[in-house]
């Protein structure tokens, strides 16, 4: 749901949807939407015995730890609402426990007041694919209850009006709320009459997050429980700034880009995105961007990126800031030469790769990768030049050319089974003094159309000593088709 949300294709909120994570007898119950709920599916539940209730139930794999990061990066996106936002989601607690906490303390004038706030927090949260439930409360216990066990928009909410709700709504744990339960403390009012005494004798061992008195301290305000944002990462930045204006930064580079380096060495990380900004005179920007193969704080060869790009700047009237900075960065730790001086041949080959592609485009940068299929034309594909191939190249010899598509070439040969004696391709013939074969490749049935013949290929070699891969279509009699038909698939060097 958290990578459908994100490309705006969150299932509908009517539709039973769960996610599943493994149990110690099979899958069960992770998270499930409120229709899925409504229909009776339980979390901690087995998947099996759910999907018997609701068979309409649409099941995802959870993903507690990608979850966990998307709501950090959410809790940043809200702080265009206050400085003060933070994710909720403890490591041992429920996924339908984790939210969003915002000390809106002095901020929500600036939106318009309390109920136009909540409503734009709806908003924006719906326009990203997500169902919120947004409260507003004194203290962050009791808007984290009024959010799941309240009204859907409770303004403001006094000690009194919380009483009726669930003692769940006190952020427990299951062990105390089953306690709780057996003792016919079902409501926080009922919880908050006792004496304060008895409570504290009876929970006394429990830890802080789950005593219900500190939990109902925290909801009153009487303890405090303060947000406490996590830091944004220092960017990573150098600038330039200029007492007149200029047309060239040129010779501003070496120095910014040192500056950045240096930045990125001592947070030991390396960048694989850099941004250049100049900011002209008339206010505009021009911006201009590169990128690595991999993580690299190698200032040369990051300034030899932008060597050939600086004359898209357009400078206007001239500029007088430079802005160097690096959005995308990566940990990278100290390297060490090897014990002869040398250096490494990976780092060699990402530069080689970057200056490459710094030249003439991406899209003219790859390289060839095995892909599992025993069908030559499909045994390979191109990747980016350092990414990493997925399957092992097969231990066969094949040519080191291979003709896209296949030439048809007409044969002769000694009995219809058997070896080529000549062929005739590009109105050249060419008379077989060595062949070996057959090799035979069948077709791929799962997504070879029906009636596909099978291939049998011959390396044959000419006369003259030249080299080729030769397949013969088909076999006499297969009934997929009249007489077998000869290409020329390969050359060999």
Known sequence: MRQAAR???APCDDA?????AEGPHGPVIHAA???ARAAGVTLGARLADMRALVPTLRVDHADPQGDRAALRQLALWARRWCPWTAADAPEDSPAETHGLILDTT???HLHGGEPAMLEGMEAGLSTLGFTARPALAPTWGAAWALARFGPVRAIQAAAEDLDPLPAAALRLDGETLLLLNRLGLRTIGTLAALPRLS???????????????IRLDQLTGKLPEPVSPPGIPEPFRADARLAEPIFDPTHHLPGLFADLCGQLDRAHRGAR???LTVY?????????????ASASRDAAHLAFLFRDRLERIDPGFGFDLISLEAPLTEPLAPRQPDLAGG????????QLADRLAARFGKAALSRLAAVESHIPERAETRLPPLAAPKVEPADTERPQRLLSPAEEVLVLYAVPEGPPAQFRWRRRTHRVARYQGPERIAPEWWQDRPGTRLRDYFKVEDEAGHRYWLYREGVQGDGRGGAPRWFLHGIFA
Do not use: K, Y
Request: hydrophobic share 45%.
């Open 7 to 9: 490309r705006g294709e």
């Open 16 to 20: 039973p949807m769960a996610l599943a």
């Open 33 to 35: 939407n409120r229709a």
């Open 106 to 108: 002095g901020s929500a």
């Open 199 to 213: 409570l504290a004798r009876r929970f006394a061992r429990a830890a802080p997050p789950q005593n219900p008195l």
């Open 273 to 275: 995105r850099l941004a």
């Open 280 to 292: 002209r005179t008339d206010g505009e920007t021009r911006r201009i961007e590169a990128a690595c």
């Open 343 to 350: 250096t490494d041949a990976a780092v060699e080959l990402a």
